[in-house]
Nanobody, 118 residues
Framework: QVQLVESGGGLVQPGGSLRLSCAAS????????MGWFRQAPGKERMFVAR????????YYADSVKGRFTISRDNAKNTVYLQMNSLKPEDTAVYYC???????????WGQGTQVTVSS
């Protein structure tokens, strides 16, 4: 079992930055793939970014490529999502997920709200 707890969400103006954190317990993030997803009001949950278990490769949705960066601190067992140049359309609840058990994202955090507004 993997427990995931997100933090770092909040209200930010367009063009601003936020860093989300996802603290994991029960499993080392260095041994599993990790990802971030988001869900805007009235829309389906969508993929944002992910990293494989070795962190050698990262993948991003086209809508965030060049603005968001996923990273991992194995010592803290934490995954981050650095979000720069935020836009109003980035407003959503952001979820951290782990590829555990198995290859699909089967473990999820409770989510953290990000609101981009002036």
């Amino acid at each position: 079992q993997v427990q995931l707890v997100e933090s770092g969400g909040g209200l930010v103006q367009p063009g601003g930055s936020l860093r989300l954190s996802c603290a994991a317990s029960g499993r080392a993030v260095s041994s599993i793939g990790m990802g971030w997803f988001r869900q805007a009001p009235g829309k389906e949950r969508m993929f944002v970014a992910r990293t494989d278990w070795s962190a050698d490769r990262t993948y991003y949705a086209d809508s965030v490529k060049g603005r968001f960066t996923i990273s991992r601190d194995n010592a803290k067992n934490t995954v981050y999502l650095q979000m720069n140049s935020l836009k109003p359309e980035d407003t959503a609840v952001y979820y951290c997920a782990a590829q555990y058990p198995g290859p699909t994202f089967g473990s999820w955090g409770q989510g953290t709200q990000v609101t981009v507004s002036s």
